[in-house]
């Protein structure tokens, strides 16, 4: 059996340590800054804040990976090398990465530490998988939510590294690190910037009659009803007119999170080797419930026992959850 | 307007899911009368609109080539089932024409073998130009988002590698690419038994916002910008900072007459502020747009600063 | 979904000056309050970054005043005020207080308070994102450490409170 680690998200020093105590065996996290694809106000960590970190996650057994997962523009590549050299000198126990060039320099500089290949190089195949194992080191992939579980199974035949898959939080409908969705209507980009939907371009707009536009960058990317549950102000989950719908409809995905707890034991039958938990935005409340939750459930099917998943549905996006992809290929 | 006629108008691959015959007449007139240097064919998309019009490739890459294009084949920009790995190693395997490759499981199967980067690799930086060079790339196209200061340094970049750089000056920005197909979705239908109804929208299918702005263009798996990118007021910084190749993409419009457009500015023929009007006038309904190379919203359109 | 609609739709006939007293009584423990977690917390700031001189309205749907926060480091301000004379707000947060409290205390999710529509917010949401991230990255209660400095009359008012509030808090742990 696979070790089934619980890989589990940390947007500041706090919600580390809350995880930590929770039960991950790993946290990931970014720096505040375009190096990670969660470059939000308010969130990551200083360097000081990270060596904290690293100490508080080391002295209690639980990893801490770091997250290089955007792509550095021309000429702004350095601040990419720094961030892997601070992380390398504060111990971090992996980088997680999706451009080749970050690949490729911490593989020659650090090659005594771990290279994760992040959800943002969409590596969907046994030969996209390989050419960066082979070529980078990379010991685990982390695979775009968009397999079936046959598949996944299909692709660990096939590859020589470990698998980490998503198991709960944000359902991206997108494939990772190719989209530019949120660049078209902000200026700042997904895959450059560390960015989805920008705070500083998002209004919420209370309608008359209680209903409430969200906004984006002045774009009306959906309105919801006085009583309707809402989603994240993304343009994937927005709501649109098409020629065939006049009515307006959710064009790409409603708001809805990934929910794959009733799935944990044929994912790990297929052989994945770790479970990531998204949600490096969300507060520590968030991070306390859904990591005991999944901690609960591996240690019991490890033990054998039937997993008891605590209902987490009120920390699901629009307060709805999907098994996706993972499920049946009719999702696609 | 002063600018090296060396630089190369090529024209993408197309998009959309046109018919066949469609396709044959395109590139029948793309080789008789538009003025572009090198040609992408192939499925960038949908692996399920492959078998549509594979069987024509042979004949329409020796047109091409007959008249003096330079014919190069796309691999698809999604590699995740068994028909769409075996066409990219397919692919990866020929000789000749050459190959232009949008996934990493085309760079596995390709090797060391000379071959060049598709829109779809996230060739971003110099490092990873050179990571790339250094496997046997020799040309790569940026992507569509990225601004003047970092094309620049990618440039500079790769031509001290030796490499050819492309940058696209014309047609729908490739925004974002999914597993899920969102013109079957539309349709109440599902990938697997989408029936081809992408095949109504030749310039893909319109979606507006709820306040009925348009915003995007939905393509199969694939989302566009409603407006398409038109560079041609800046193709000549373009080509100062070393961009060698001017890619179009195919839109439902007169790609002949667009391509004219571009080979007038680039001779120093027609100047710019009326080859952009006339470029308005072609495109049609659809804005245009030079956000992204300007460093803002992609969807806006920044006037060109008066000449010096 | 938040029961109320315009705040100044809410004010009841004698209101105004309930609303008024009410503050009075509660500036000073504010005042307090507010210095104490500035002391405590100097992180806070940082993660505030520009957000440090944006006036919050923070909105308790069901009491007779809001509160009125700039979290400036050179000049802070925390101060209940009556509705209709509540300054021009760069981000306002509105919703039930106890779920107000608990979202400060970390011990509720704001995405999750979002989504259901308990939670509403106005104006500049970067400040708000900004505020929410600071206050999460503090450890322990704030509620708890505000009710301590005022000894057992201070806890006293909180457990009465948490218990006058039963559907908002543990029972159904974000059910």
């Known amino acids: ?332 | 307007m002063a600018v090296k006629t060396m630089t190369k108008l090529t024209l993408g691959p197309i998009a959309y899911h046109w018919p066949a015959d469609a396709r044959r007449d395109f590139y029948a007139r793309i080789a008789d009368e538009a003025p572009v240097d090198e040609v992408y064919l192939g499925e960038v998309i949908c692996s399920k609109r492959a078998p549509f019009h594979e069987a024509d490739l042979p004949v329409t890459i020796e047109r091409l080539e007959r008249a003096g294009k330079t014919v190069i084949l796309s691999t698809l920009a999604e590699v995740m089932l068994k028909r769409e790995r075996k066409a990219t190693e397919d692919l990866a395997a020929m000789d000749a024409p050459e190959i232009e490759i949008n996934n990493a499981a085309g760079l596995f199967a390709r090797g060391k073998r000379p071959h060049r980067i598709g829109p779809f690799m996230n060739a971003y930086n110099e490092a990873t130009i050179a990571w790339m060079a250094g496997k046997g790339a020799t040309h790569v196209c940026l992507p569509a988002e990225m601004p003047a200061p970092a094309i620049a340094a990618a440039a500079r970049a790769a031509c001290a590698l030796g490499l050819g750089v492309e940058v696209q000056v014309y047609g729908r920005a490739s925004l974002a690419v999914s597993a899920r197909c969102y013109h079957a979705r539309a349709h109440g239908r599902t990938k697997d038994n989408c029936q081809f109804v992408c095949e109504e929208d030749p310039d893909g299918m319109p979606l507006r916002t709820r306040d009925d702005r348009p915003i995007l263009r939905v393509n199969g798996i694939q989302t566009l910008s409603e407006s398409y990118i038109d560079l041609l007021p800046e193709a000549a910084r373009l080509v100062a900072d070393g961009v060698t190749h001017l890619r179009l993409m195919p839109q439902a419009v007169d790609m002949v007459a667009v391509a004219q457009v571009f080979r007038d500015v680039l001779d120093g023929r027609v100047p710019t502020g009326e080859a952009d009007a006339r470029l308005a006038t072609l495109s049609g309904d659809a804005g245009l747009s030079n956000g992204f190379y300007h460093g803002t919203a992609g969807y806006r359109r920044i006037a060109a600063a008066a000449p010096a | 979904m938040i029961p109320t609609s315009e705040p100044k739709a809410r004010l009841r006939p004698g209101e105004g000056a309930i609303a008024r007293l009410a503050c009075l009584v509660l500036q000073p423990v504010l005042t307090r309050v507010v210095r104490r977690v500035a002391a405590r917390h100097p992180s806070l700031f940082a993660r505030l970054g520009p957000h440090q001189t944006t006036d919050f309205l923070i909105d308790p749907v069901e009491l007779p005043f809001a509160l009125h926060l700039r979290p400036d480091p050179q000049a802070l301000v925390f101060r209940a005020v009556p509705r209709d004379t509540a300054p021009q707000a760069g981000a306002t947060i509105r919703g039930r207080f106890l779920l107000l409290l608990e979202l400060i205390d970390a011990e509720q999710d704001g995405d999750a308070a979002f989504f259901s529509r308990d939670l509403e917010v106005s104006g500049d949401t970067e400040a708000v994102v900004r505020l929410r991230n600071a206050l999460d990255d503090m450890d322990g209660s704030l509620a708890e450490e505000a009710s301590a400095m005022f000894g057992v009359p201070g806890r006293a008012v909180l457990a009465r409170l948490r218990r006058a509030y039963p559907d908002a808090t543990k029972p159904q742990e974000y059910a």
């Not at chain 1, 990591?291 to 240690?299: G, L, T």
């Not at chain 1, 709805?320 to 999702?331: I, P, Y």
Request: proline share 5%; hydrophobic share 40%; with cysteine.
């Open chain 1, 1 to 332: 059996m696979s070790l089934a680690e619980l890989i589990c998200p940390a947007g500041t020093p706090a919600a580390l340590r809350t995880a930590v105590d929770a039960g991950a065996d790993a946290v990931y996290c970014g720096f505040q800054d375009a190096t990670n694809a969660r470059n939000f106000p308010g969130l990551n960590f200083t360097p000081v804040e990270l060596a904290e970190a690293v100490a508080y996650a080391h002295a209690r057994g639980t990893k801490v990976l770091l997250a290089l997962n955007t792509y550095p523009p021309a000429g702004k590549v350095d601040l990419w090398r720094q961030a892997a050299d601070t992380g390398a000198r504060l111990g971090v126990d992996a980088f997680i990465v999706a451009d080749m060039g970050v690949a490729d320099y911490i593989a020659r500089t650090y090659p005594g530490i771990r290279l994760h290949l992040s959800v943002q190089a969409a590596a969907s195949s046994p030969e996209a998988i390989r050419y960066y194992c082979e070529n980078f080191g990379v010991k685990r992939v982390v695979l775009p939510r968009i397999l079936t579980i046959p598949e996944i199974r299909q692709i660990r035949r096939e590859i020589p590294c470990e698998i980490e898959t998503f198991i709960f939080g944000n359902h991206g409908l997108m494939v990772e690190g190719r989209c530019s969705l949120t660049n078209y209507l902000t200026g700042q980009s997904t895959n450059m910037d560390g960015v989805c939907s920008p705070a500083s371009d998002v209004e919420y707009v209370r309608d008359a009659d209680g209903s409430m536009s969200s906004q984006l960058a002045g774009f009306t990317i959906d309105r919801f009803g006085p009583e309707e549950k809402a989603g994240y102000p993304t343009i994937c989950k927005g709501r649109y007119a098409a020629p065939h719908r006049p009515e307006g409809y959710y064009a790409f995905e409603e708001p809805v999170s990934l929910n794959l707890s009733r799935l944990l034991p044929e994912l790990i039958e297929a052989g994945v080797h770790a479970f990531k938990i998204e949600g490096r935005q969300r507060s520590k409340s968030y991070v306390r419930s859904v990591v005991r939750a999944f901690r609960a459930a591996v240690d019991d099917i490890k033990a054998g026992r039937e997993a008891n998943i605590a209902d987490l549905i009120a920390l699901t996006e629009g307060q709805k959850q999907t098994q996706g992809a993972f499920e049946t290929k009719k999702w696609r």
